[in-house]
């Protein structure tokens, strides 16, 4: 049983030290070559062997390397770990082979690789890791995507997908596309291997609802893969999910597959490797990751347990619809990690298993935040041990530094997002996602060209450098505390410059003027300090604080008993067809 291609390359710059190091990729063909003399190394990202992984998951101890090839050649296998590589197994081979590696004896926190030295030369045209086993069951995935005004991503993804299945039409068994366009504007019509639904535009919750609602209608379903519309994917990753779920010993055959997420324009760097929610704050695991590194591909093996994988890569059975329902109606953000808390038993994630997308940095935008906090708050009283002190400080928290910010409209989106959180499961049963998003939209704020922010820096405004992001301490955050009490006259006249997608209060902190610049678009937002207003929003701030304080047990209760009926498809087909029949 194939568990995966051994791919040489694809057509994304940048990203050859994922796949192989040396020898000459023909982007053309898919082929490797190797001159007489000359080595290849795939301890890479993409075709390194994760046997603790297969092994625990799949039951696979003697994986076979398979590769068709022209020429003479040897291949060394090897074993990483902490403390260094290992050679396993040395092998000369003449054309085509099929060559076991044994890793009864591997360790647990270690990966497999090999290189190979050409005798002669050599064209290497594929290859594949496999097992001796045979596949334990049937799969079929739903893969869905939600998307709006993304066309040319998602017609990309669409012919790629077309070229594999043209390659190999018995593909068409094995996985079917569900294509929401929440803008119905694709102009896409259904295919063989795809379907397209038009849907109202109840932002990436609802597109992936909707697509959920109708795949689990389709009883030869096993598993649906969750999949962002702006990304960047090969069909091999499709294909080594199939094969992992197809290897899964009974006793994971519940688990779900994640998918990292490297970052387009550094295709190296890895974004995510699984994510955890504790109740306060979303932490990406094995961030900013350089994966062409040994030692990043060895933390890959050795990483922290996630409790939730993004949705722009993530395949769950399709049981989980009947037993846990569908996504929240968050419109965006957080319905993935609601879910995954809710319904993931396990997930595996390994190295290889990943798509590119663009940096989150670059699609900030301010009204993301009421979608953020919201959210968040929900999702903790949901599905985490949050207790009234916690949820209240969680809010105080946001409220005083975006006052340090100077970002006062966006204070007010957080004091609206914890009102529609108090005001509990009502409100996400009577609510319209689509409307209520046009009207937090209306209030979004404009940002000013370049040229004005040069008048107002008196130059190309310039990021603070930043190490390593980390938690205000205490001490900072009373500092911050006390800033929202000052007079205006101890604030300096100095320009505050902050990046707007990550915005720092430090940055900001005791200025009179702060920039919040996106160095994407080099445009930003130019805010000013009013004490009169800041009065106000404090006033707001403590107004809550303490109705959580007092209230958050009966909120948190409420959510906990009524979750079903906002999850529900009566709920969710009170919005995919309202004004129309069903």
């Known amino acids: 049983m194939k568990l995966f291609d051994i791919n040489f390359g694809n057509n994304l710059d940048g990203a050859e030290e994922l796949f192989v190091k040396g020898g000459s990729y023909q982007r053309k063909s898919g082929k490797l070559l190797l001159r007489a003399g000359e080595s290849a190394s795939f301890d890479t990202y993409f075709n390194l062997f994760p046997h603790p992984e297969y092994a625990k ?16 050649y040897r291949i060394d296998f090897f074993e990483q770990r902490k403390s260094g590589k290992v050679c396993l197994k040395t092998c000369f081979e003449d054309g085509d082979c099929a060559e076991e590696c044994n890793l009864s004896g591997a360790h647990e926190g270690g990966y497999t690789f090999f290189t190979l030295t050409a005798e002669s030369d050599c064209v290497f045209e594929s290859g594949a890791w496999a097992s001796e086993k045979t596949q334990e069951r049937r799969i079929k995935i739903a893969v869905i995507i939600c998307t709006y005004n993304r066309e040319q991503y998602v017609r990309a993804n669409v012919m790629r997908v077309a070229e594999a299945m043209d390659a190999d ?6 996985v079917h596309l569900y294509i929401i366009d929440n803008a119905g504007s694709l102009g896409l019509e259904s295919g063989d291997f795809y379907t397209v639904i038009k849907n109202r535009n109840l932002g990436g919750a609802g597109g992936f609802a909707r697509g959920m609602y109708e795949a689990a209608k389709d009883k030869s379903f096993t598993h649906m893969l969750l999949m962002d519309d702006d990304i960047y994917f090969d069909f091999s990753t499709l294909e080594r999910t199939y094969f992992m779920l197809g290897a899964l010993t009974a006793e994971h055959r519940n688990a ?83 879910y995954g808390l809710r319904a993931i038993d396990e997930l595996i994630l390994t190295s290889g298993l990943a798509v590119w997308h663009q940096d989150f940095g670059a699609k900030y935008t301010g009204t993301l935040e009421y979608y953020i906090k ?40 957080i004091y609206k997002a914890y009102l529609d959180f108090r005001a509990g499961s009502e409100f996400f049963l009577t609510a319209d996602s689509a409307d209520l998003n046009a009207e937090i939209r209306a209030g979004a704020q404009k940002f000013a060209e370049p040229e004005e922010l040069e008048k107002v820096c008196g130059k190309k405004p310039e990021l603070p450098y930043v190490k390593r992001e980390k938690r205000h301490s205490i001490f900072a955050s009373l500092l911050m505390l006390a800033e929202n009490y000052m007079p205006s006259f101890l604030f300096s006249k100095k320009v505050g410059v902050t990046n707007a997608g990550i915005p720092r209060a430090w940055d900001c902190f005791m200025k009179k003027t702060v920039v919040h610049y996106d160095p ?29 304080l007092f209230n958050y047990r009966k909120i948190r209760k409420d959510y906990r008993e009524n979750w079903r009926k906002m999850c529900s498809e009566e709920n969710w087909c009170r919005m995919f067809f309202k004004n129309t029949q069903n």
Request: charged share 25%.
């Open 57 to 72: 998951y799949c039951n696979v101890k003697k994986p076979v390397l398979m590769l068709e090839a022209q020429g003479r």
């Open 169 to 174: 039409p018995d593909r068409k068994a094995r």
């Open 256 to 338: 779900s597959v994640g998918g990292a997420m490297l970052i387009m324009d550094k295709p190296y760097i890895q974004y995510e490797f699984g994510g955890r929610f504790d109740g306060l704050i979303f932490r990406s695991l094995n961030s900013k990751l350089d994966v062409r590194r040994t030692e990043s591909l060895l933390k890959n093996e050795n990483a922290p347990a996630p409790n939730y994988n993004a949705w722009w890569y993530c395949c769950m059975p399709i049981s989980c619809v009947h037993e846990y329902g569908l996504p929240m109606p968050f419109f965006i953000k957080s319905d993935d990690v609601e």
């Open 374 to 413: 919201r959210n968040g708050a929900v999702a903790a009283a949901m599905r985490m041990p949050t207790g009234s002190l916690k949820a209240a400080i969680r809010y105080a928290y946001f409220m005083f530094k975006n006052l340090s910010l100077k970002n006062y409209d966006c204070v007010e989106l």
């Open 520 to 548: 994407h678009t080099e445009k930003g937002l130019i805010l000013k300090l009013d004490t009169k207003r800041r009065r106000k929003l404090r006033r707001l701030t403590y107004k809550v604080f303490f109705g959580l």
